[in-house]
Nanobody
Framework: QVQLVESGGGLVQAGGSLRLSCAASGRTVSNYAMGWFRQAPGKERTFVAAINLSGDSTYYADSVKGRFTISRDNAKNTVFLRMNSLKPEDTAVYYC???????????????????WGKGTLVTVSS
């Protein structure tokens, strides 16, 4: 099973940028599609972005398309989420995951990962 640890969150002003990292252990993530989800206070966890095994195909929720970029470094067993032009509505805890799916329909793969990590909190002030 893959264990995931997210980092890189923080407090940023609207219009600012952050880069989240997701360090994997247990298994090499080069065998899996990977993704990011987020959960805002009082709301359900939702899909943000996904990337295929090789990193040459990426998928985004409409709300972040053009502002966020997902990438991966399979040699370092790490996945990234670059977030630009941040808005207050991007405030959430961000989680990475092993995923399956296509297009904008991606789901966490609990056959491949133990459970959600602790996530990393992103707070965007107006």
């Amino acid at each position: 099973q893959v264990q995931l640890v997210e980092s890189g969150g923080g407090l940023v002003q609207a219009g600012g940028s952050l880069r989240l990292s997701c360090a994997a252990s247990g298994r090499t993530v080069s065998n899996y599609a990977m993704g990011w989800f987020r959960q805002a206070p009082g709301k359900e966890r939702t899909f943000v972005a996904a990337i295929n095994l090789s990193g040459d195909s990426t998928y985004y929720a409409d709300s972040v398309k053009g502002r966020f970029t997902i990438s991966r470094d399979n040699a370092k067993n790490t996945v990234f989420l670059r977030m630009n032009s941040l808005k207050p509505e991007d405030t959430a805890v961000y989680y990475c995951a092993v995923v399956y799916g296509y297009g904008t329909s991606w789901h966490p793969d609990f056959n491949a990962m133990d459970n959600w990590g602790k996530g990393t909190l992103v707070t965007v002030s107006s």
